[in-house]
């Protein structure tokens, strides 16, 4: 089966950093999304992590490990309209040969000044 | 504006009805997407479609159908509707099949009464 696991809330302060982590049990493994999601809007790409390491964009980054299966998002000199929900999804491999994607619930994340 | 269009916004309709979303990629993508998201489920993968093609099937109820249409454009048929299929759906496309970075339209949110 498949199953992430990521925290439901989390609060922060503007200009501070915060890691929001997210685990992942699953099969045919294929790499690791994170989307940022406004309420009532649509999912909107962070970043991509099909290998181990750190990759960095601007003031976000993403983290992978896959022999442990954790991931984490960092956000760094946070600004209120940081304030979303943010979406972990694992891309794998189903029998039938076809990736799909697999969100986990989602954090929601409130900055506050 | 992430170029996928979706119609309507938003949709009010009662038990026992059928509806038909719409959905527009990204000039250029093949590959469409459905998704389900409601409160308490997160975001859930329905079926993907590349090129006129199924690909993929998530947790689609039988119910629900989609196609995809020569113009790559899409539709997401949902019948004998119930009150928990109320929730928010989401399109998203890509140029390629295999669930790579995907963009969402801006989702029609559908009311059952």
């Known amino acids: 089966g498949q199953n992430i696991d990521q925290p439901t809330e989390m609060t922060a302060t503007e200009g501070a950093i915060v890691q929001i982590n997210c685990t992942y049990q699953t099969s045919g493994f294929n790499g690791l999304f994170w989307y940022q999601q406004h309420a009532g809007e649509a999912p909107t790409f962070l970043s991509y992590?099909?290998?181990?390491g750190l990759e960095e964009k601007g003031r976000f980054s993403s983290f992978l490990s896959r022999s442990k299966g954790y991931s984490y998002l960092l956000l760094k000199e946070l600004q209120m309209k940081d304030s979303a929900s943010y979406l972990c999804?694992?891309?794998?491999?189903?029998?039938?040969?076809?990736?799909?994607?697999?969100f986990g619930a989602g954090t929601r994340l409130a900055v506050h000044p | 504006d992430s170029g996928v269009t979706q119609t309507p916004k938003h949709l009010i309709t009662a038990t026992g009805q059928r509806v038909t979303l719409r959905c527009s990629p990204r000039?250029?993508?093949?590959?469409v997407y459905w998704y389900q998201q409601s409160l308490d489920q997160g975001l859930q993968f329905l079926i993907q479609y590349y090129n006129g093609e199924e690909r993929a099937k998530g947790n689609i109820l039988e119910r629900f159908s989609a196609q995809q249409f020569p113009d790559l454009h899409s539709e997401l048929n949902l019948s004998s509707l119930e009150l928990g299929d109320s929730a928010l759906y989401f399109c998203?496309?890509?140029?390629?099949?295999?669930?790579?970075?995907?963009?969402f339209g801006p989702g029609t949110r559908l009311t059952v009464t």
């Open positions: 992590n099909v290998l181990d």
């Open positions: 998203a496309s890509s140029v390629a099949q295999g669930a790579y970075e995907q963009y």
């Open positions: 999804a694992v891309r794998a491999l189903f029998s039938g040969g076809y990736n799909k994607l697999i």
């Open positions: 000039s250029g993508d093949l590959s």
